[in-house]
Nanobody, 121 residues
Framework: QVQLVESGGGLVQPGGSLRLSCAAS????????MGWYRQAPGKQRESVAV???????NYADSVKGRFTISRDNAKNTVYLQMNSLKPEDTAVYYC???????????????WGQGTQVTVSS
């Protein structure tokens, strides 16, 4: 069993900052790409930021220069530092990871349960 557990969401004023964390737990042999996605009410889920096992990053244009994704491989954890938050960043943020549970196993994709981020004055 593998779980991704997010934390760090909440209510913040425009221009403020939040840091999201997502820890993977369970029987894990290796983690490849990890990422953050978000879904606003009435909209499709979209990619926010992705980081490879080697540290290469990719960001949605809407968050470039404001959000930073990072990971701690020793802790199986990915972070999303969100600065200069805007009301349009309001959404449920989901963690995602490609995980291999056994050395001879296949890669499987996992999602966290989501954490609400609300940007409002």
């Amino acid at each position: 069993q593998v779980q991704l557990v997010e934390s760090g969401g909440g209510l913040v004023q425009p221009g403020g900052s939040l840091r999201l964390s997502c820890a993977a737990s369970g029987r894990i042999f290796s983690i490849n790409a990890m990422g953050w996605y978000r879904q606003a009410p009435g909209k499709q889920r979209e990619s926010v930021a992705v980081i490879s096992s080697g540290g290469s990053t990719n960001y949605a244009d809407s968050v470039k220069g404001r959000f930073t994704i990072s990971r701690d491989n020793a802790k199986n954890t990915v972070y999303l530092q969100m600065n200069s938050l805007k009301p349009e960043d309001t959404a449920v943020y989901y963690c995602n990871a490609d995980i291999k549970r056994l050395s001879w196993g296949q890669w499987s994709n996992y999602w966290g349960q989501g954490t609400q981020v609300t940007v409002s004055s």
